[in-house]
């Protein structure tokens, strides 16, 4: 079991300090689940519109550009064919799909692997809970250099949907917010450093334990 000191927005300490759940934080990492997680991930952003026209599907004449024989060169029947400029191609890629199922154990253990990563670095900031009155990036970039993440990249998992906390961060490159349904093992390894705030670190260990 892991300790946590939880702070505030300004950097301080409130005294409180959050378990995090060794089933969850501290197991023996398993990099091949990693691996098959991101790859579906990512295979999951590719849109497969990619499409290339084949020989029947090239406008153009079919007439025979020249006799079959005595020409010393190879028989050719059309213009069309891949052979020659402007001919179609020859098995291009056709729109598909890239996706690919992984079972949900495995995704749950590629999570949790990355969270023992990122505990293991101590690369972990709890921070308490909080909401902002309307969005401002400047807020966001405050908070960020209260806590020393200023020139990180940092991905930001609150306990459930703030738009306003969201918006803030939406214009700083560096920086990422989801919620603790949306954790995902690509955002957890991508970022530097990971800010919980208090009331997600419960709703992790309930979706991963």
């Not at 406008?59 to 064919?81: D, E, N, P, V």
């Not at 949900?104 to 902002?132: C, G, H, M, P």
């Given at each position: ?113 990355a969270l023992s990563y990122k ?91």
């Amino acid at each position: 079991m892991m300790e946590i000191s939880v702070l505030t927005q300004t950097g301080e300490d409130t005294g409180r300090k959050v378990s995090l759940n060794a089933s969850v934080f501290g197991i023996e990492p398993k990099d091949h689940a990693i691996y098959l997680d991101i790859k579906q991930y990512l295979a999951n952003q590719r849109q497969g519109t990619h499409k290339s026209k084949e020989r029947a599907e090239i406008a153009g004449s079919t007439k025979k550009i020249k006799k079959q024989k005595g020409t010393g060169t190879a028989r050719a029947g059309s213009l069309k064919s891949p052979v020659f400029r402007g001919g179609g191609r020859i098995f291009g890629p056709r729109p598909r799909s890239y996706s690919f199922k992984l079972n949900k154990k495995l995704k749950a253990l590629a999570r949790k692997s990355a969270l023992s990563y990122k505990a293991a670095d101590q690369n972990i900031t709890v921070l308490e809970d909080f909401s902002f009155d309307a969005p401002k990036t400047k807020q966001y970039i405050s908070l960020l250099g209260n806590l020393n993440l200023a020139d990180k990249k940092t991905l930001l998992v609150l306990s459930d949907s703030n738009e306003n906390v969201f918006r803030s961060s939406k214009n700083i490159k560096k920086a990422k917010v989801i919620t603790a349904d949306q954790l995902n093992t690509y955002d957890l390894l991508h970022a530097d450093n990971l800010i919980l705030c208090e009331g997600s670190v419960e709703k992790i260990e309930n979706i991963l334990s």
